[in-house]
């Protein structure tokens, strides 16, 4: 299941960031989100109607 903002059961958790994983360090910065996938998948956002 795709997610919009954090999941209930990851709600109180502590966010951390990896101090070796930064986008800048990326060679190759064409990429796509998981929301565009998704919808051309057929997805639909929480609230829309089917």
């Known amino acids: 299941m795709c997610y919009i903002g954090v999941p209930i059961e990851f709600q109180d958790q502590k966010a951390i960031t990896l101090e070796n994983a930064q ?16 919808k051309a998948l057929g ?8």
């Open 23 to 38: 986008i800048s360090d990326v060679p190759n910065l064409k990429y796509i989100q998981i929301r565009e996938i998704s």
């Open 43 to 50: 997805a639909k956002r929480v609230g829309e109607s089917q």
